[in-house]
């Protein structure tokens, strides 16, 4: 979650499971914990289809809300960003494939944009021992919304992420001497 929680769309929204445990339609929702950080709080929430008893229809949603990004701010505390990120990276080795991450903001592509093509870059250089392509990542994502990084700051923030990603992990020990 990027939207900050003074913003104006935040404040109209009825925010489920941030006061204690609530419902929509058929779904029940209940929190579980939250724990703040400097920069970002993590919160567990558990969904439940009120018309299904079976375990199937219950699922357990966990919610980083990066509090760092101030509404007058373009980009990220950068070192801060990289830290929720790598919180988020954490939890999703307990995610099946086919549960997605969720990234949103208020506009919908100015601030999620921009985090869903850096964790997209991370996870792979993960999976391809330090190889990225920024690019790539934005022609495919802009297939889905022409807005998502529409400026060159963007891309050099980025890119500036990866390095001092890679610059601050022993992962890539062998790729930094090479």
């Known amino acids: 979650m990027l939207t900050s929680t003074f913003s104006r769309a935040r404040q109209t929204c009825v925010y489920m499971g941030g006061n204690g445990d609530g419902k929509v339609g058929r779904y029940s929702v209940n929190f579980i914990h939250e724990r703040k950080n400097k920069t970002f709080n993590e919160r567990s929430f558990s969904f439940r289809d009120d018309n299904n008893e079976d375990e199937d229809y219950l699922t357990t949603v966990k919610q980083f809300q990066f509090t760092a990004w101030t509404e007058n701010e373009t980009l990220p505390p950068m070192h801060n960003m990289l830290e929720c990120l790598d919180a988020v990276r954490k939890w999703q ?3 099946a494939e086919n549960r997605p991450v969720l990234i949103h903001c208020e506009t919908g592509h100015e601030r999620s944009g921009l985090i869903a093509v850096l964790l997209n870059e991370l996870h792979r250089m993960e999976k391809t021992r330090g190889q990225i392509n920024i690019v790539e990542s934005v022609k495919t994502m802009k297939q889905r919304n022409r807005e998502i990084l529409p ?12 390095l001092e990603h890679v610059q601050n992990s022993t992962e890539y020990e062998n790729i930094k001497s090479a």
């Open 93 to 95: 080795p307990h995610l």
């Open 151 to 162: 400026n060159t700051v963007q891309y050099k923030f980025i890119y500036d992420s990866l």
